[in-house]
């Protein structure tokens, strides 16, 4: 049992493609049949909770950037924000030159259509009543474009009001949120990502999904190299600094982030890397930890480059002026993703579903695909903040420990008894 609880999340994810793989093409349909209704009912249950995430995740997030450090914070969101949008317009382009050759046409048009695998779930759980009387109706309570924007309308209005009621409240269902996300959402992913490659085995699909996402996996990899020489050879530019040394100043930051695959776990060693780089205490005690919730243009890449993969090996549209309103509401959604394994993609679940046009199966291969290279990703997101903080150090000559606050722009502590804590949090 111990051996058991020591398996990290990729391991059972790795476990379940395998399985999955293996066992398709001899699993009985009445058994093939369970796994899809478990499948039917997670993904069901998945399309109902997204639009609450979002609005958990984001209301706090946007009322807790308003409150603190004045113009300054603003400077260095936007430095954040926009590195993220580079990053996911770097992955766009590279994905469309790389893939579309070797991905688009590949006959997987009918991914995640019944039919292919001959296996039937029993009953299946859906948003809106159809004919059939198997059929449990679960609609979400709103729908995914209105809660991004009831988020923004409630988190600007508590920064507005400084409501601390409101705020306490926002804080508290947060919690609630990251609670269903880590203890219902992620280790039920394992039997969910093993159903779908099971029907994919099943239907013939499955070795053709896994060999091209192995060369996206690779390509991903490498883009994350490059979204960090570019950060910081913008950062040298504006510093003087030699990009290289300052870039291999954040190795140690790199490293922890690869085995701890957190940002907000690497926070301490962040700090310390970035400090080797002249950047003032001020600036890195503000930069860090801020940007270790904002910043995360490593998983721009992960999530771009997959996505993009999985339309072409679908036939949908690639297209930069369908692909761009999905980039610039993604580096929004990084903003609230939740510091636990699989949390930025679960957060991003209902922008693909509402945007993209993702089902149950190719949401389930993100899953998959992102959980795979968490750690490369953090480790891009922990070393690209070191680069904001050299150029805000530049920015702020290296002085920022005492803005200019609002008066009125009190701090908000959870209510007592609350288990809510800090949001700096990652991936």
Known sequence: MKLLKSIPLLGWIVIAIVLGILTGPVMPAWLG?????YNSIFSGFLGFIVPLIILGLVTPAIAELGKGAGKWLGITAGIAYGSTIIAGLLAYFTSRWLFTPTLSGRGLEALGEEGGSGFTPFLTVVAKAGDSATEIVLPPVIDVMSALVLAFVLGVGITAFHSKVIFRGAVEFRTVIESVIRRILVPALPLFIFGIFMDLSASGAAITVVT???LVALVSFALTLVVLLLQYTIAGSMTGQNPLKALWNMRDAYFTALGTSSSAATIPVTLASTKKNGVSDSVAGFVIPLCATIHLSGSMVKITCFSIAVLL???GDVSFAAYMPFILMLGVMMIAAPGVPGGAIAAAAGLLAQML????VEVGLMFAAYIALD???TATNVTGDGAIAL??????????????QDEADEAVEPAKGSTAEPHHLAE
């Open 212 to 214: 091209k996402f192995a």
């Open 375 to 377: 750690s490369f990703g």
């Open 313 to 315: 090996l679908t036939g």
């Open 357 to 360: 046009g993702f089902g149950e």
């Open 33 to 37: 049949g369970v796994f899809l209704t």
């Open 391 to 404: 150029i805000m150090n530049k920015l702020t000559r290296g002085h920022l420990g005492t803005q200019a």
